[in-house]
Every structure is written in C-alpha cells, then in structure tokens.
T-cell receptor, first 116, second 113 residues
C-alpha cells in the first residue's frame, strides 16, 4: 500500500543510453513532480504535472522528457545519458493546497541513477 | 518569489543533547512551511508542517518547530537527540495559493554517541 512508488530503485547505465524511470501514486492526488538531488543533497524541482498537464518546467535539458499517461503516473524518460545526470531522482505528489489538509508533498523512495 | 535558507549545512551534536536546525524563508505572501527528514539512502518524509494557528508545531519523533513571522523563521528543535536522528533535514515553503515547493539546501545532522 505504498503511497508513492518508483521503479527502478537503482539504475546503472552507460553514457549515451536512453532510460526511463516510472512513478505511481495511489493517493488520488492531482499533482505530481520530479526532483533531482545531486551529490551535495541539493534538491531541485525539474517538472510538475497537474491532471496530466505540464505546469512547471524548470531549466532542464530537453533530453529529459516527462510523460503522464494518467493522473496517477508520471514517468521520466532520459535520452543520451551523460555523466552529470548521475543523481537521485525523486518523484512526489500533492493535492493542490486549496484546503489546509491538502498541502503537502509525499515523496517516493528515490531512484539512484549512476551513469558510467 | 520564495526562497529558503538553511544556514547550517552540517550540525554535529552529542547524543541526548538538544539541537536546533535553522531555517529562514523569504516571501511576500502567506506561506505554508515544512520540515522533511531524509534518512540515509531513503526518500523524504514529512516531519512536521505549519499551516495556520498555533505557531508552535509538534511533529514526529519528538521534533517541534516554531513559526516566527516577524523573523521569517521556522527553526526545528529537539530537546534530546538519539543516534537514530542522524539524517538530512530539509526545510521547505510553498505559497498558500500555489503548489510549487521550494526546498532549502538541507542540514546534515550527525548525532555522536
């Protein structure tokens, strides 16, 4: 009954490859996010989708393409992986904060990506 | 725009000693404030949140935080830490009318036996 799940948990791949990370939430939330956490633990938002629509798209190389087939899923596809893509990628979800009980983001366990 | 500052990147503290992790934010509008904890090799978990009402907020594992509007701070405290509290702690802020979270750079708490 995991709230936000990600697969795979670990991903080791060669430079130049294309890979995908999947995220699913069973909380009924409308909004989903992808974050990148670098080696210094800095957490930076990459994308946000609300009801399958892209609402936040930070300055991220266009090799990264999010895809939201439905409200409960937000997948991240990365083309032509580079060494600098090595990081931990977190998926999160939230209900829009239109009420005091619907404020918070719930995070997945993270996907540790290592590009060799 | 919002921003979050965690001045202390690393905080070592002896077991059973008190600890305070500092967080300051900047915002021109009303916000919600949060503390998240990340244990080694795990995802982020919500520790506590301030939405409205009492400025002293109690969270899990004996942590509490106090919202100070005049100082735009939301410092996290625990009167007596355990070894198991060793983790990375992130302060975050979001506008009451939005849903983008802004995270601080994190504070690494190391509890020394």
């Amino acid at each position: 009954d995991t709230a936000v799940s990600q697969t795979p948990k670990y991903l080791v791949t060669q430079m130049g490859n294309d890979k995908s990370i999947k995220c699913e939430q069973n909380l009924g939330h409308d909004t989903m996010y992808w974050y990148k956490q670098d080696s210094k633990k800095f957490l930076k938002i990459m994308f946000s989708y609300n009801n399958k629509e892209l609402i936040i798209n930070e300055t991220v190389p266009n090799r990264f393409s999010p895809k939201s087939p439905d409200k409960a899923h937000l997948n991240l596809h990365i083309n032509s992986l580079e060494l600098g893509d090595s990081a931990v990628y977190f998926c999160a979800s939230s209900q829009e904060p239109s009420g005091v009980d619907r404020c918070c983001q719930y995070f997945g366990p993270g996907t540790r990506l290592l590009v060799l | 725009a919002q921003s979050v500052t965690q001045l202390d990147s690393q905080v070592p503290v002896f077991e059973e000693a008190p600890v305070e992790l500092r967080c300051n934010y900047s915002s021109s509008v009303s916000v919600y404030l949060f503390w998240y904890v990340q244990y080694p090799n795990q995802g982020l978990q919500l520790l506590l949140k301030y939405l409205s009402g009492s400025t002293l907020v109690k969270g899990i594992n004996g942590f509490e935080a106090e919202f100070n509007k005049s100082q735009t701070s939301f410092h996290l405290r625990k009167p007596s830490v355990h070894i198991s509290d060793t983790a990375e702690y992130f302060c975050a802020v979001t506008r009451r009318s939005g849903n983008q979270f802004y995270f601080g750079t994190g504070t690494s708490l190391t509890v020394i036996p």
